[in-house]
């Protein structure tokens, strides 16, 4: 789920860039008006090297390879210090992995960011059940395809037919991986409930 | 009449190009480019959409095409037009693009002979980071993470 560099038109990843700063920016003032970030900073800091780790061991599956995403355990653990971690965890696969472009990283952070914003309120309309963590991890998974996928469909390429056909394979591949980040993020939130409450939202 | 006849035509058919249905089939050598493409994975991109840009003109497409079933793709480019020819591989949503500098050899001083390749390319990308030099880094990063989070964690913690 990381877009290369070289694949998208400038007509999207100058917008991308331009969304994704202003909404960092936003994001950042939300934090400040929170009061006293460092509180918070410790477990945003372990979470996003949990993130660039986790996003950077690829599984091969036909066409491609899949990896763990975690965005959704972020957006969920993390709230509003989500997006900053998934900014530099991002920015760090790209440099030492070259996973996903520096031109495309605005992009890539909106594909990532959105979901585990939805994955967030999700699991804080569930009132913290164990369903409403697992749905959160499958929804941080499966909004990221999806905006992965539309992303995409927007710039196929001289054959469009053939992108067509290796993006469904890709996204037909990702699908175990929402039931398996369900299962992750449910499971990490409730050991977390069981050993340390103070740490969950 | 037949006897002259006869001969005269064979020989006038044979002088007729458009009706012949013999080929005649010869070879050259060139210098061409072979592109690879793989994911990290050491998975070869077969099938994958290719689309070379000449350093002319960069923003259209001067070839476009598909590897083979190893993740290959061959192209000559076009002598005139020398510089950084650009090559897009993508599959699904994954690829990349790859610069390849096309210059012209140093001039030949005996300057005789015409057989030469006239195309300078290098035999191989640049080479990209180790993989224990990216494992290094990515270890750097980590403990960069960690130690911020214990450093903020301390902070807290420690009596007022």
């Known amino acids: 789920m990381h877009l290369p560099d070289g694949l998208l038109p ?43 780790l986790a996003g950077s061991v690829q599984v091969p599956v036909p066409p491609a390879s899949v990896h763990l995403l975690l965005n959704g355990l972020l957006g969920v ?8 971690a998934i900014t530099v965890g991002l920015l ?28 967030g309120w999700l699991y804080r309309l569930s009132r913290g059940s164990w369903l409403g963590a697992f749905m959160a991890g499958a929804v941080g998974v499966g909004g990221a395809v999806l905006l992965f996928w539309g992303t995409v469909l927007l710039s196929l390429g001289d ?23 369900g299962g992750i993020t449910a499971g990490v939130i409730g050991f977390l409930r069981r050993v340390k409450p103070q740490l969950l939202p | 009449m037949m006897r002259t006849l006869l001969p005269s035509l064979l020989l006038w058919g044979l002088g007729m190009p458009v009706w012949a249905h013999g080929v005649e089939l010869g070879f050259s050598t060139t210098p061409a480019i072979e592109v690879q493409a793989r994911y990290d994975t050491g998975q070869p991109m077969a099938k994958a959409q290719v689309t070379v840009f000449a350093p ?105």
Do not use: C, Y
């Open chain 1, 92 to 119: 760090l696969q790209a440099i030492t992995f070259g996973h996903g472009g520096l031109t495309s990283l605005g992009v890539n952070i909106l594909i990532m960011g959105i979901p585990a914003l939805l994955a």
């Open chain 1, 159 to 181: 054959n469009p037919e053939a992108e067509r056909q290796a993006l469904l394979l890709l996204v037909l591949a990702h699908s175990p991986l929402m039931l398996i980040e």
């Open chain 2, 56 to 160: 002319g003109d960069p923003g259209v497409a001067w070839l476009t095409g598909q590897t083979d079933g190893e993740g290959r793709f061959w192209f000559r480019p076009d002598p005139a037009q020398l510089g950084a020819w650009q090559v897009r591989v993508r599959q699904g949503g994954h690829g990349g693009m790859l610069t390849i500098p096309v210059t012209t050899p140093a001039e030949d001083v005996m300057g005789d002979e015409p057989e030469a390749p006239d195309l300078k390319i290098p035999a191989s990308p640049p080479a990209s980071l180790s993989p224990w030099l990216r494992l290094g880094m990515a270890a750097s990063w980590v403990w960069g993470l960690v130690g911020t989070a214990l450093f903020f964690a301390r902070k807290t913690h420690a009596p007022s």
């Open chain 1, 10 to 52: 400038p007509s999207l990843w100058i917008p991308g860039w331009g969304i994704s700063g202003l909404w960092l920016g936003l994001n950042l003032r939300q934090i400040q008006h929170r009061g006293d970030p460092g509180r918070d900073l410790p477990r945003a800091s372990l979470l996003t090297a949990v993130f660039f």
């Open chain 1, 77 to 84: 653990l993390l709230g509003p210090w989500a997006l900053p």
